[in-house]
Protein backbone atom coordinates (compact mmCIF):
# COMPACT_ATOMS: atom_id res chain seq x y z
CA UNK A 1 0.00 0.00 0.00
CA UNK A 2 2.57 2.49 1.23
CA UNK A 3 4.92 1.65 -2.10
CA UNK A 4 1.62 2.38 -4.25
CA UNK A 5 1.28 5.50 -2.68
CA UNK A 6 5.03 6.60 -3.10
CA UNK A 7 4.87 5.61 -6.57
CA UNK A 8 1.63 7.76 -7.20
CA UNK A 9 3.39 10.81 -5.55
CA UNK A 10 6.25 10.17 -7.88
CA UNK A 11 3.85 10.14 -10.74
CA UNK A 12 2.06 13.25 -9.37
CA UNK A 13 5.41 14.74 -9.06
CA UNK A 14 6.61 13.93 -12.41
CA UNK A 15 2.98 15.47 -14.11
CA UNK A 16 3.17 18.60 -12.76
CA UNK A 17 6.92 18.95 -13.76
CA UNK A 18 5.72 17.68 -17.05
CA UNK A 19 3.22 20.38 -17.25
CA UNK A 20 5.04 23.14 -16.43
CA UNK A 21 7.50 22.92 -19.50
CA UNK A 22 7.10 24.65 -22.55
CA UNK A 23 4.25 23.55 -25.22
CA UNK A 24 7.17 23.12 -27.23
CA UNK A 25 9.15 20.90 -25.08
CA UNK A 26 6.14 18.84 -24.57
CA UNK A 27 5.45 18.34 -28.03
CA UNK A 28 8.73 17.13 -28.87
CA UNK A 29 8.41 14.62 -25.74
CA UNK A 30 5.61 13.74 -27.40
CA UNK A 31 6.99 13.04 -30.91
CA UNK A 32 9.54 11.16 -29.29
CA UNK A 33 7.71 8.87 -27.07
CA UNK A 34 5.34 8.26 -29.81
CA UNK A 35 8.14 7.60 -32.49
CA UNK A 36 10.34 5.14 -29.31
CA UNK A 37 7.43 2.85 -28.70
CA UNK A 38 6.99 1.49 -32.46
CA UNK A 39 10.59 2.09 -32.75
CA UNK A 40 11.44 -0.06 -29.68
CA UNK A 41 8.61 -2.57 -30.69
CA UNK A 42 9.90 -3.16 -34.35
CA UNK A 43 13.48 -3.35 -32.98
CA UNK A 44 13.07 -5.94 -30.24
CA UNK A 45 10.49 -8.11 -32.71
CA UNK A 46 12.96 -7.67 -35.19
CA UNK A 47 16.27 -8.68 -32.86
CA UNK A 48 13.68 -11.64 -31.90
CA UNK A 49 13.50 -12.83 -35.22
CA UNK A 50 17.09 -12.11 -36.05
CA UNK A 51 18.36 -13.94 -32.78
CA UNK A 52 15.94 -17.08 -33.63
CA UNK A 53 17.67 -16.61 -37.29
CA UNK A 54 21.31 -17.10 -36.61
CA UNK A 55 20.53 -19.59 -33.73
CA UNK A 56 18.16 -21.77 -36.17
CA UNK A 57 20.66 -21.78 -39.06
CA UNK A 58 23.67 -22.89 -36.13
CA UNK A 59 21.44 -25.93 -35.42
CA UNK A 60 20.59 -26.33 -38.59
CA UNK A 61 24.01 -26.48 -40.27
CA UNK A 62 25.46 -28.20 -37.58
CA UNK A 63 22.57 -31.15 -37.52
CA UNK A 64 23.86 -31.30 -40.96
CA UNK A 65 27.08 -32.33 -40.50
CA UNK A 66 25.83 -34.70 -37.42
CA UNK A 67 23.68 -36.31 -39.86
CA UNK A 68 26.64 -36.89 -42.15
CA UNK A 69 28.99 -38.15 -39.90
CA UNK A 70 26.11 -40.38 -39.22
CA UNK A 71 25.22 -41.61 -42.21
CA UNK A 72 29.52 -42.24 -42.39
CA UNK A 73 29.29 -44.18 -39.70
CA UNK A 74 26.51 -46.29 -40.39
CA UNK A 75 28.31 -46.98 -43.49
CA UNK A 76 31.68 -48.08 -41.04
CA UNK A 77 29.25 -50.51 -39.44
CA UNK A 78 27.61 -51.91 -42.31
CA UNK A 79 31.13 -53.04 -44.07
CA UNK A 80 32.49 -54.14 -40.45
CA UNK A 81 29.78 -56.13 -40.16
CA UNK A 82 29.58 -57.75 -43.76
CA UNK A 83 33.82 -58.80 -42.92
CA UNK A 84 32.52 -60.05 -39.61
CA UNK A 85 30.10 -62.21 -41.32
CA UNK A 86 32.44 -63.41 -44.51
CA UNK A 87 34.93 -64.69 -41.62
CA UNK A 88 32.30 -65.84 -39.57
CA UNK A 89 30.57 -67.70 -42.22
CA UNK A 90 34.43 -68.99 -43.46
CA UNK A 91 34.23 -72.73 -43.04
CA UNK A 92 38.09 -73.84 -43.08
CA UNK A 93 38.79 -71.27 -40.39
CA UNK A 94 36.20 -72.48 -38.45
CA UNK A 95 37.60 -76.05 -38.60
CA UNK A 96 41.21 -74.47 -37.73
CA UNK A 97 39.37 -72.58 -34.58
CA UNK A 98 37.89 -75.83 -33.67
CA UNK A 99 40.74 -78.45 -34.27
CA UNK A 100 41.51 -80.04 -30.94
CA UNK A 101 44.83 -81.83 -32.68
CA UNK A 102 47.93 -79.93 -33.51
CA UNK A 103 47.92 -80.35 -37.58
CA UNK A 104 50.74 -81.57 -39.39
CA UNK A 105 53.12 -79.45 -41.66
CA UNK A 106 51.75 -80.13 -44.65
CA UNK A 107 48.24 -79.24 -43.29
CA UNK A 108 49.31 -76.26 -42.07
CA UNK A 109 51.27 -74.86 -45.31
CA UNK A 110 47.71 -75.81 -46.61
CA UNK A 111 45.40 -73.86 -45.01
CA UNK A 112 48.18 -70.64 -45.14
CA UNK A 113 47.84 -70.94 -48.76
CA UNK A 114 44.32 -71.16 -49.33
CA UNK A 115 41.67 -70.01 -46.17
CA UNK A 116 44.59 -67.74 -44.43
CA UNK A 117 44.65 -65.87 -47.90
CA UNK A 118 41.00 -65.74 -48.34
CA UNK A 119 41.04 -64.04 -44.94
CA UNK A 120 43.96 -61.52 -46.02
CA UNK A 121 41.57 -60.34 -48.63
CA UNK A 122 38.87 -59.29 -46.46
CA UNK A 123 40.86 -56.44 -45.06
CA UNK A 124 42.18 -55.98 -48.18
CA UNK A 125 38.81 -55.20 -49.62
CA UNK A 126 38.06 -52.96 -46.50
CA UNK A 127 40.94 -51.31 -45.63
CA UNK A 128 39.22 -49.17 -42.64
CA UNK A 129 39.58 -52.64 -41.16
CA UNK A 130 42.40 -52.42 -39.03
CA UNK A 131 42.02 -55.76 -37.44
CA UNK A 132 40.96 -59.06 -38.17
CA UNK A 133 41.40 -61.76 -35.83
CA UNK A 134 40.19 -65.35 -34.77
CA UNK A 135 40.70 -66.34 -31.45
CA UNK A 136 40.20 -70.19 -30.77
CA UNK A 137 39.81 -71.97 -27.39
CA UNK A 138 41.79 -74.95 -28.42
CA UNK A 139 45.90 -74.72 -28.29
CA UNK A 140 45.94 -74.27 -32.30
CA UNK A 141 49.44 -72.99 -33.49
CA UNK A 142 49.07 -69.16 -33.89
CA UNK A 143 49.20 -67.88 -37.70
CA UNK A 144 50.21 -64.42 -36.82
CA UNK A 145 48.44 -61.22 -36.79
CA UNK A 146 45.26 -63.03 -37.45
CA UNK A 147 44.30 -66.71 -35.43
CA UNK A 148 45.57 -66.58 -32.21
CA UNK A 149 44.54 -68.41 -29.22
CA UNK A 150 41.66 -67.41 -26.30
CA UNK A 151 44.29 -67.17 -23.29
CA UNK A 152 45.92 -63.78 -24.48
CA UNK A 153 42.07 -61.56 -24.46
CA UNK A 154 40.22 -64.05 -21.94
CA UNK A 155 40.34 -61.77 -18.85
CA UNK A 156 39.13 -58.85 -20.75
CA UNK A 157 36.10 -57.51 -19.69
CA UNK A 158 35.13 -56.77 -22.91
CA UNK A 159 35.63 -60.59 -24.30
CA UNK A 160 33.89 -62.24 -21.52
CA UNK A 161 31.04 -59.49 -22.07
CA UNK A 162 31.16 -60.62 -25.89
CA UNK A 163 31.28 -64.81 -24.78
CA UNK A 164 28.18 -64.04 -22.95
CA UNK A 165 25.97 -62.53 -26.17
CA UNK A 166 25.84 -66.13 -27.36
CA UNK A 167 26.81 -65.63 -30.76
CA UNK A 168 25.10 -62.37 -31.63
CA UNK A 169 27.22 -59.21 -32.45
CA UNK A 170 28.58 -57.12 -29.24
CA UNK A 171 30.52 -53.69 -29.76
CA UNK A 172 32.90 -52.13 -27.71
CA UNK A 173 35.03 -49.16 -27.67
CA UNK A 174 38.81 -48.84 -26.36
CA UNK A 175 40.71 -45.86 -25.82
CA UNK A 176 43.78 -47.55 -26.61
CA UNK A 177 44.59 -50.50 -29.61
CA UNK A 178 46.40 -52.68 -26.88
CA UNK A 179 49.67 -54.79 -28.59
CA UNK A 180 48.02 -58.28 -27.90
CA UNK A 181 50.99 -59.76 -29.69
CA UNK A 182 53.20 -58.57 -27.18
CA UNK A 183 55.32 -57.32 -29.46
CA UNK A 184 56.83 -54.14 -28.58
CA UNK A 185 56.74 -54.69 -24.46
CA UNK A 186 57.70 -51.91 -22.20
CA UNK A 187 56.52 -49.29 -24.46
CA UNK A 188 53.27 -47.34 -23.85
CA UNK A 189 50.82 -47.76 -25.87
CA UNK A 190 49.97 -45.02 -28.53
CA UNK A 191 46.21 -43.77 -27.93
CA UNK A 192 44.84 -45.06 -30.50
CA UNK A 193 40.92 -45.44 -29.86
CA UNK A 194 38.81 -47.98 -31.88
CA UNK A 195 35.65 -49.52 -32.33
CA UNK A 196 35.27 -53.51 -32.02
CA UNK A 197 33.01 -55.82 -33.05
CA UNK A 198 33.04 -59.55 -31.90
CA UNK A 199 30.53 -62.51 -32.25
CA UNK A 200 31.42 -65.72 -30.37
CA UNK A 201 31.44 -68.75 -32.51
CA UNK A 202 29.98 -72.33 -31.03
CA UNK A 203 30.12 -75.88 -32.26
CA UNK A 204 27.93 -77.44 -32.12
CA UNK A 205 25.62 -75.12 -29.78
CA UNK A 206 26.21 -73.71 -27.17
CA UNK A 207 29.42 -75.09 -27.33
CA UNK A 208 32.21 -72.81 -27.23
CA UNK A 209 34.99 -72.70 -29.72
CA UNK A 210 36.28 -69.39 -30.23
CA UNK A 211 35.61 -65.54 -31.28
CA UNK A 212 35.57 -63.42 -33.85
CA UNK A 213 36.99 -60.11 -33.63
CA UNK A 214 36.59 -56.61 -36.28
CA UNK A 215 38.27 -53.53 -35.08
CA UNK A 216 38.40 -50.29 -36.94
CA UNK A 217 39.77 -47.10 -35.41
CA UNK A 218 37.93 -44.11 -34.33
CA UNK A 219 39.24 -41.19 -36.30
CA UNK A 220 38.37 -44.32 -39.40
CA UNK A 221 35.09 -44.75 -37.69
CA UNK A 222 34.05 -41.47 -37.40
CA UNK A 223 36.34 -39.43 -39.10
CA UNK A 224 34.56 -35.70 -37.15
CA UNK A 225 34.72 -37.02 -34.03
CA UNK A 226 39.03 -36.94 -34.07
CA UNK A 227 39.67 -34.86 -36.92
CA UNK A 228 42.17 -31.76 -37.26
CA UNK A 229 40.22 -28.27 -35.92
CA UNK A 230 39.96 -25.81 -38.25
CA UNK A 231 37.59 -24.01 -36.21
CA UNK A 232 36.65 -24.22 -32.59
CA UNK A 233 33.02 -23.49 -32.69
CA UNK A 234 31.94 -27.03 -32.78
CA UNK A 235 33.16 -30.50 -31.37
CA UNK A 236 31.62 -34.03 -32.34
CA UNK A 237 31.88 -37.05 -29.67
CA UNK A 238 30.75 -40.62 -29.54
CA UNK A 239 29.34 -41.90 -25.66
CA UNK A 240 29.19 -45.99 -25.62
CA UNK A 241 26.60 -47.87 -23.44
CA UNK A 242 28.88 -46.98 -20.40
CA UNK A 243 29.22 -43.68 -20.46
CA UNK A 244 32.27 -43.31 -21.89
CA UNK A 245 33.13 -40.21 -23.87
CA UNK A 246 35.56 -40.53 -27.25
CA UNK A 247 36.59 -36.95 -28.64
CA UNK A 248 39.92 -35.27 -30.00
CA UNK A 249 41.92 -33.50 -26.83
CA UNK A 250 43.13 -30.56 -28.52
CA UNK A 251 40.71 -27.59 -28.09
CA UNK A 252 38.24 -29.55 -26.69
CA UNK A 253 35.08 -28.01 -24.83
CA UNK A 254 35.32 -30.68 -22.18
CA UNK A 255 39.14 -29.48 -20.92
CA UNK A 256 37.64 -25.72 -20.59
CA UNK A 257 34.58 -26.42 -19.06
CA UNK A 258 34.61 -28.86 -16.06
CA UNK A 259 31.06 -29.98 -15.91
CA UNK A 260 30.06 -30.39 -18.88
CA UNK A 261 30.98 -34.43 -19.38
CA UNK A 262 28.98 -34.57 -16.31
CA UNK A 263 26.45 -32.72 -17.66
CA UNK A 264 26.19 -34.66 -20.96
CA UNK A 265 26.77 -38.28 -19.41
CA UNK A 266 23.30 -37.24 -16.83
CA UNK A 267 21.21 -35.86 -20.04
CA UNK A 268 21.97 -39.29 -21.61
CA UNK A 269 21.25 -41.28 -18.94
CA UNK A 270 18.06 -39.67 -18.80
CA UNK A 271 17.27 -39.14 -22.43
CA UNK A 272 17.48 -43.60 -22.45
CA UNK A 273 14.78 -43.39 -19.65
CA UNK A 274 12.61 -40.46 -20.39
CA UNK A 275 13.25 -39.53 -24.51
CA UNK A 276 14.05 -36.48 -23.25
CA UNK A 277 16.84 -34.55 -24.19
CA UNK A 278 17.87 -30.34 -23.43
CA UNK A 279 19.60 -28.71 -26.31
CA UNK A 280 20.75 -25.34 -24.78
CA UNK A 281 23.82 -25.51 -21.99
CA UNK A 282 25.45 -22.80 -20.26
CA UNK A 283 28.69 -23.13 -18.34
CA UNK A 284 31.51 -19.95 -17.44
CA UNK A 285 29.16 -17.45 -19.17
CA UNK A 286 29.49 -19.33 -22.55
CA UNK A 287 26.44 -20.64 -24.18
CA UNK A 288 26.05 -23.98 -26.12
CA UNK A 289 24.52 -26.27 -28.42
CA UNK A 290 24.35 -29.82 -27.58
CA UNK A 291 23.10 -31.73 -30.54
CA UNK A 292 22.27 -35.17 -30.52
CA UNK A 293 22.17 -38.30 -32.61
CA UNK A 294 21.58 -41.98 -31.40
CA UNK A 295 23.39 -44.98 -32.98
CA UNK A 296 21.01 -47.23 -32.33
CA UNK A 297 22.72 -50.31 -34.35
CA UNK A 298 25.84 -50.06 -31.70
CA UNK A 299 24.36 -49.16 -28.38
CA UNK A 300 26.09 -45.48 -28.58
CA UNK A 301 25.31 -41.88 -28.81
CA UNK A 302 26.78 -39.22 -31.58
CA UNK A 303 26.88 -35.90 -30.26
CA UNK A 304 27.99 -32.20 -31.64
CA UNK A 305 28.77 -29.17 -29.42
CA UNK A 306 28.61 -25.93 -30.77
CA UNK A 307 29.91 -23.45 -29.02
CA UNK A 308 27.61 -20.25 -29.95
CA UNK A 309 29.94 -17.04 -29.08
CA UNK A 310 30.18 -16.13 -33.46
CA UNK A 311 26.58 -16.33 -33.25
CA UNK A 312 25.76 -14.15 -30.05
CA UNK A 313 28.71 -11.90 -31.54
CA UNK A 314 27.00 -11.57 -34.94
CA UNK A 315 23.56 -11.20 -32.95
CA UNK A 316 25.04 -8.34 -30.39
CA UNK A 317 26.32 -6.54 -33.36
CA UNK A 318 23.28 -6.48 -35.79
CA UNK A 319 21.80 -5.12 -32.11
CA UNK A 320 24.14 -2.32 -32.05
CA UNK A 321 23.40 -1.68 -35.75
CA UNK A 322 19.50 -1.49 -34.42
CA UNK A 323 19.94 0.77 -31.58
CA UNK A 324 22.37 2.92 -33.31
CA UNK A 325 19.63 3.45 -36.36
CA UNK A 326 16.88 4.06 -33.62
CA UNK A 327 19.25 6.88 -32.25
CA UNK A 328 20.40 8.42 -35.41
CA UNK A 329 15.98 8.27 -36.79
CA UNK A 330 14.71 9.32 -33.50
CA UNK A 331 17.32 12.37 -33.36
CA UNK A 332 16.53 13.43 -36.87
CA UNK A 333 13.20 13.00 -36.31
CA UNK A 334 13.23 14.97 -32.89
CA UNK A 335 15.81 18.31 -35.02
CA UNK A 336 12.39 18.33 -37.65
CA UNK A 337 9.89 18.27 -35.14
CA UNK A 338 11.69 21.17 -33.40
CA UNK A 339 12.30 23.28 -36.64
CA UNK A 340 8.42 22.83 -37.85
CA UNK A 341 6.98 22.87 -34.26
CA UNK A 342 8.98 26.46 -33.73
CA UNK A 343 7.46 27.37 -37.31
CA UNK A 344 3.66 26.39 -36.18
CA UNK A 345 4.09 27.59 -33.22
CA UNK A 346 5.37 31.44 -33.57
CA UNK A 347 1.55 32.53 -33.69
CA UNK A 348 0.67 30.89 -30.84
CA UNK A 349 3.70 33.14 -28.49
CA UNK A 350 2.60 36.19 -29.90
CA UNK A 351 -1.15 35.31 -28.49
CA UNK A 352 0.52 34.31 -25.29
CA UNK A 353 2.34 37.40 -25.30
CA UNK A 354 -0.67 39.24 -25.83
CA UNK A 355 -2.53 37.61 -22.82
CA UNK A 356 0.68 38.20 -20.61
CA UNK A 357 -0.21 42.01 -21.12
CA UNK A 358 -3.30 42.18 -20.70
CA UNK A 359 -2.75 40.30 -17.33
CA UNK A 360 0.17 42.85 -16.24
CA UNK A 361 -3.24 45.41 -16.60
CA UNK A 362 -2.01 46.78 -20.52
CA UNK A 363 -4.68 47.99 -22.41
CA UNK A 364 -5.72 45.11 -24.82
CA UNK A 365 -4.86 46.83 -28.29
CA UNK A 366 -5.92 43.97 -30.72
CA UNK A 367 -3.87 41.14 -32.28
CA UNK A 368 -3.68 39.76 -35.87
CA UNK A 369 -2.72 36.60 -37.01
CA UNK A 370 -2.51 35.06 -40.07
CA UNK A 371 -3.34 31.98 -41.62
CA UNK A 372 -6.15 30.19 -39.44
CA UNK A 373 -6.35 26.78 -37.83
CA UNK A 374 -7.27 26.40 -34.00
CA UNK A 375 -4.33 29.51 -33.07
CA UNK A 376 -6.03 31.63 -35.62
CA UNK A 377 -9.57 30.64 -34.10
CA UNK A 378 -8.05 30.86 -30.66
CA UNK A 379 -6.72 34.28 -31.67
CA UNK A 380 -10.41 35.51 -33.24
CA UNK A 381 -12.28 34.38 -29.63
CA UNK A 382 -9.09 35.71 -27.73
CA UNK A 383 -10.33 39.21 -29.27
CA UNK A 384 -13.73 38.57 -28.66
CA UNK A 385 -13.42 37.74 -25.28
CA UNK A 386 -11.50 40.95 -24.43
CA UNK A 387 -14.37 42.76 -26.06
CA UNK A 388 -16.57 40.91 -24.00
CA UNK A 389 -15.15 41.99 -20.62
CA UNK A 390 -14.78 45.39 -21.51
CA UNK A 391 -18.36 45.34 -21.99
CA UNK A 392 -19.01 43.47 -18.32
CA UNK A 393 -16.57 45.71 -17.10
CA UNK A 394 -18.73 48.74 -17.65
CA UNK A 395 -22.05 46.76 -16.91
CA UNK A 396 -20.17 45.95 -13.22
CA UNK A 397 -19.81 49.62 -12.76
CA UNK A 398 -23.04 50.08 -14.15
CA UNK A 399 -24.34 47.39 -11.27
CA UNK A 400 -22.31 48.43 -8.80
CA UNK A 401 -23.77 51.97 -8.64
CA UNK A 402 -26.71 50.30 -8.85
CA UNK A 403 -26.01 48.24 -5.65
CA UNK A 404 -25.00 51.45 -3.53
CA UNK A 405 -28.85 52.25 -4.47
CA UNK A 406 -30.25 49.29 -3.36
CA UNK A 407 -28.43 49.40 -0.27
CA UNK A 408 -29.67 52.93 0.33
CA UNK A 409 -33.18 51.25 0.15
CA UNK A 410 -32.49 48.53 2.40
CA UNK A 411 -31.62 50.73 5.00
CA UNK A 412 -34.63 52.76 4.46
CA UNK A 413 -36.34 49.52 4.84
CA UNK A 414 -34.67 48.45 7.76
CA UNK A 415 -35.25 51.77 9.23
CA UNK A 416 -39.63 51.37 8.52
CA UNK A 417 -39.16 47.85 9.91
CA UNK A 418 -37.89 49.53 12.89
CA UNK A 419 -40.69 51.84 13.09
CA UNK A 420 -43.18 49.18 12.80
CA UNK A 421 -41.77 47.45 15.79
CA UNK A 422 -41.93 49.84 17.68
CA UNK A 423 -45.82 51.09 16.51
CA UNK A 424 -46.44 47.04 17.95
CA UNK A 425 -44.82 47.78 21.21
CA UNK A 426 -47.10 51.11 21.49
CA UNK A 427 -50.00 48.94 21.04
CA UNK A 428 -49.40 46.13 23.34
CA UNK A 429 -48.42 48.74 25.72
CA UNK A 430 -51.96 50.04 25.68
CA UNK A 431 -53.53 46.49 25.16
CA UNK A 432 -51.95 45.72 29.27
CA UNK A 433 -53.14 48.89 30.28
CA UNK A 434 -56.98 48.20 29.14
CA UNK A 435 -56.14 44.59 30.76
CA UNK A 436 -56.24 42.96 27.57
CA UNK A 437 -53.87 39.96 28.15
CA UNK A 438 -54.86 38.24 25.43
CA UNK A 439 -54.50 41.04 23.14
CA UNK A 440 -50.85 41.67 24.05
CA UNK A 441 -49.62 38.10 24.10
CA UNK A 442 -50.90 38.02 20.14
CA UNK A 443 -48.90 41.02 19.69
CA UNK A 444 -45.77 39.85 21.12
CA UNK A 445 -46.11 36.37 19.34
CA UNK A 446 -46.68 38.91 15.54
CA UNK A 447 -43.63 40.77 16.34
CA UNK A 448 -41.95 37.37 17.21
CA UNK A 449 -42.95 36.35 13.85
CA UNK A 450 -42.05 39.75 12.32
CA UNK A 451 -38.37 39.71 13.82
CA UNK A 452 -37.87 35.68 12.42
CA UNK A 453 -39.14 36.88 8.98
CA UNK A 454 -37.03 40.34 8.24
CA UNK A 455 -33.61 38.99 10.14
CA UNK A 456 -32.82 37.11 6.99
CA UNK A 457 -29.27 36.70 7.61
CA UNK A 458 -28.95 33.02 5.91
CA UNK A 459 -30.62 30.23 5.12
CA UNK A 460 -29.94 28.09 8.12
CA UNK A 461 -31.39 28.66 11.49
CA UNK A 462 -31.27 25.98 14.65
CA UNK A 463 -34.10 24.02 15.71
CA UNK A 464 -34.95 26.09 18.14
CA UNK A 465 -35.81 29.22 16.29
CA UNK A 466 -37.90 27.42 13.63
CA UNK A 467 -40.14 25.62 16.44
CA UNK A 468 -40.23 28.92 18.28
CA UNK A 469 -41.54 30.87 15.43
CA UNK A 470 -44.21 27.96 15.12
CA UNK A 471 -45.34 28.53 18.31
CA UNK A 472 -45.52 32.45 18.21
CA UNK A 473 -47.80 31.27 15.01
CA UNK A 474 -50.08 28.81 16.81
CA UNK A 475 -50.47 31.77 19.22
CA UNK A 476 -51.57 34.17 16.35
CA UNK A 477 -53.67 31.95 14.97
CA UNK A 478 -55.77 30.62 17.89
CA UNK A 479 -57.12 34.30 17.86
CA UNK A 480 -59.41 33.30 15.50
CA UNK A 481 -60.67 30.02 16.20
CA UNK A 482 -63.17 29.25 19.06
CA UNK A 483 -61.52 25.83 20.01
CA UNK A 484 -57.67 26.85 19.84
CA UNK A 485 -55.27 24.54 17.82
CA UNK A 486 -52.86 22.68 20.98
CA UNK A 487 -49.39 22.75 19.58
CA UNK A 488 -47.49 19.48 20.87
CA UNK A 489 -43.20 18.99 20.14
CA UNK A 490 -41.56 15.77 20.75
CA UNK A 491 -38.29 16.61 20.34
CA UNK A 492 -35.32 15.23 22.49
CA UNK A 493 -33.36 18.40 24.22
CA UNK A 494 -29.57 17.70 22.69
CA UNK A 495 -31.59 18.01 18.28
CA UNK A 496 -32.86 21.56 19.47
CA UNK A 497 -29.18 22.66 18.36
CA UNK A 498 -29.69 21.22 15.11
CA UNK A 499 -29.20 23.08 11.64
CA UNK A 500 -32.27 23.29 9.54
CA UNK A 501 -33.68 25.60 6.73
CA UNK A 502 -35.34 28.27 7.73
CA UNK A 503 -39.11 28.02 7.30
CA UNK A 504 -39.05 24.81 5.99
CA UNK A 505 -41.43 23.26 8.91
CA UNK A 506 -43.74 26.74 9.06
CA UNK A 507 -45.39 26.16 5.85
CA UNK A 508 -46.03 22.33 6.61
CA UNK A 509 -47.85 23.45 10.05
CA UNK A 510 -49.41 26.37 8.31
CA UNK A 511 -50.85 23.92 5.58
CA UNK A 512 -52.27 22.20 8.38
CA UNK A 513 -53.60 25.05 10.26
CA UNK A 514 -55.84 26.47 6.69
CA UNK A 515 -56.84 22.71 5.44
CA UNK A 516 -56.59 20.26 8.59
CA UNK A 517 -59.99 21.23 9.80
CA UNK A 518 -63.53 22.32 7.89
CA UNK A 519 -65.15 24.16 11.39
CA UNK A 520 -67.49 21.03 11.92
CA UNK A 521 -65.50 18.69 14.04
CA UNK A 522 -65.88 18.47 17.49
CA UNK A 523 -63.21 17.47 20.06
CA UNK A 524 -59.78 18.70 20.55
CA UNK A 525 -57.51 19.95 17.54
CA UNK A 526 -53.77 19.23 17.71
CA UNK A 527 -50.85 19.58 15.81
CA UNK A 528 -47.36 17.40 16.63
CA UNK A 529 -43.86 17.94 15.60
CA UNK A 530 -41.71 14.88 16.09
CA UNK A 531 -38.45 14.67 15.82
CA UNK A 532 -36.17 11.94 15.97
CA UNK A 533 -33.10 9.87 14.48
CA UNK A 534 -34.07 7.75 11.56
CA UNK A 535 -30.97 6.22 10.17
CA UNK A 536 -27.15 6.80 10.40
CA UNK A 537 -27.07 10.65 10.96
CA UNK A 538 -30.33 11.34 8.99
CA UNK A 539 -33.30 12.86 11.37
CA UNK A 540 -37.00 13.09 10.88
CA UNK A 541 -38.93 15.76 11.23
CA UNK A 542 -42.74 14.38 11.38
CA UNK A 543 -45.83 17.10 11.17
CA UNK A 544 -48.81 15.16 12.24
CA UNK A 545 -52.76 16.68 12.64
CA UNK A 546 -55.93 15.01 13.31
CA UNK A 547 -57.81 16.80 10.84
CA UNK A 548 -59.79 15.51 7.96
CA UNK A 549 -57.13 14.39 6.01
CA UNK A 550 -56.34 13.75 2.31
CA UNK A 551 -58.63 11.56 -0.21
CA UNK A 552 -56.27 9.26 -1.47
CA UNK A 553 -56.13 9.75 -5.07
CA UNK A 554 -55.17 13.40 -4.31
CA UNK A 555 -52.59 12.13 -1.70
CA UNK A 556 -51.43 9.62 -4.93
CA UNK A 557 -51.09 12.62 -6.96
CA UNK A 558 -49.10 14.98 -4.61
CA UNK A 559 -46.70 12.56 -3.55
CA UNK A 560 -45.75 12.11 -7.06
CA UNK A 561 -45.27 15.69 -7.64
CA UNK A 562 -43.26 16.29 -4.47
CA UNK A 563 -41.31 13.00 -5.74
CA UNK A 564 -40.88 15.44 -9.26
CA UNK A 565 -39.94 18.39 -7.37
CA UNK A 566 -36.10 19.18 -7.85
CA UNK A 567 -35.37 16.02 -10.35
CA UNK A 568 -36.39 17.74 -13.81
CA UNK A 569 -36.41 21.26 -15.14
CA UNK A 570 -39.88 20.83 -15.56
CA UNK A 571 -42.07 23.39 -13.85
CA UNK A 572 -44.81 22.14 -12.08
CA UNK A 573 -48.32 22.41 -13.55
CA UNK A 574 -50.08 22.23 -10.48
CA UNK A 575 -52.59 19.67 -8.68
CA UNK A 576 -55.82 20.90 -9.76
CA UNK A 577 -58.26 22.03 -6.97
CA UNK A 578 -58.07 20.12 -4.42
CA UNK A 579 -54.05 19.33 -4.77
CA UNK A 580 -53.03 23.16 -5.41
CA UNK A 581 -54.32 24.16 -1.73
CA UNK A 582 -52.16 21.29 -0.41
CA UNK A 583 -49.21 21.41 -2.65
CA UNK A 584 -47.68 24.94 -3.52
CA UNK A 585 -46.17 24.85 0.07
CA UNK A 586 -45.15 21.62 0.35
CA UNK A 587 -43.73 21.83 -2.84
CA UNK A 588 -41.74 25.36 -2.19
CA UNK A 589 -40.13 23.46 0.93
CA UNK A 590 -39.70 20.43 -0.99
CA UNK A 591 -37.90 22.62 -3.96
CA UNK A 592 -35.46 24.33 -1.26
CA UNK A 593 -34.72 20.94 0.91
CA UNK A 594 -33.25 19.39 -2.43
CA UNK A 595 -31.32 22.50 -4.20
CA UNK A 596 -29.78 22.85 -0.72
CA UNK A 597 -29.29 19.36 0.99
CA UNK A 598 -29.48 16.87 -2.23
CA UNK A 599 -31.98 14.82 -4.44
CA UNK A 600 -32.23 12.10 -1.84
CA UNK A 601 -33.68 14.31 0.90
CA UNK A 602 -37.33 15.73 0.89
CA UNK A 603 -40.87 15.16 1.87
CA UNK A 604 -43.79 12.28 2.33
CA UNK A 605 -47.35 13.05 2.95
CA UNK A 606 -49.42 10.20 4.57
CA UNK A 607 -52.89 10.18 5.51
CA UNK A 608 -56.20 8.41 6.17
CA UNK A 609 -59.61 10.52 5.84
CA UNK A 610 -61.40 11.35 8.84
CA UNK A 611 -58.11 10.89 11.07
CA UNK A 612 -54.50 12.35 10.25
CA UNK A 613 -52.44 13.79 8.13
CA UNK A 614 -49.10 13.50 8.16
CA UNK A 615 -46.14 15.07 6.45
CA UNK A 616 -42.46 13.58 6.94
CA UNK A 617 -38.90 15.29 6.70
CA UNK A 618 -36.05 13.32 5.82
CA UNK A 619 -32.85 15.57 6.31
CA UNK A 620 -28.66 15.49 7.02
CA UNK A 621 -28.18 15.78 10.79
CA UNK A 622 -26.29 18.34 10.72
CA UNK A 623 -25.41 20.73 13.51
CA UNK A 624 -25.42 24.90 13.16
CA UNK A 625 -21.25 24.30 13.47
CA UNK A 626 -21.23 22.80 10.25
CA UNK A 627 -20.70 19.35 11.04
CA UNK A 628 -22.94 16.07 10.75
CA UNK A 629 -24.20 14.16 14.04
CA UNK A 630 -21.19 13.45 16.06
CA UNK A 631 -18.60 12.59 13.83
CA UNK A 632 -15.81 14.99 12.88
CA UNK A 633 -16.54 15.03 8.71
CA UNK A 634 -17.37 18.68 7.57
CA UNK A 635 -20.24 19.08 5.60
CA UNK A 636 -19.36 19.22 1.64
CA UNK A 637 -22.03 22.41 1.29
CA UNK A 638 -20.20 24.30 3.93
Keep these: MKKGKRWASIWDSFMYWFGRRSLQSRLIAAYIFIILGPCVLVSFYSYELINN ?24 IESMERAMQVAYDDQEAIDYLANTSEPDTEDLVDFSNRGFKNLTRIQYYNPNVEHLRMFSNNNIIEIWPMFLRESRVADEVWYQRAVQMKGTNSWSFHYNDPDILDRYKGQSPALTPKVSLLREKSIPANHHVGMVQVDML ?159 ELAHHFSKLMNTINTLVAQAVYKQALTKEAELRTLHNQIDAHFLYNTLENIKMLAEIENQRAISDALTSLGGMMRYNFKWSGEYVKLHDETRHIENYIEVMNIRFDEPIQLRLDIPYDFMELEVLKMSLQPIVENAVKHGWTGEESGTREISIQVDEWEHNLIRMVVTDNGVGIEEEVLRELNQELETVGLTDKVPGGFGAKPSTYGIGLRNVQERIRIFYGKEYGLKVFSEQGRFTRVMMVLPKVLLTGRVGTDDKTDDRR
Design 218 to 376: LDKFSPRTYSVVKDSQSQMLIVDSEAQIFTRSENSFLATNSVMKSVIQERLQRYRTTGEWDINYTENGKSFLLLHKPIERINADLLNIVSMDSVLEEISHTRNILIGANIGFITLVTAIAYVMNAFILKSLRLLTEEMKKVRRGETYSGITIRGGGEVG
Design 53 to 76: MYVRDARDKNQSLLDMEDLHIQTQ
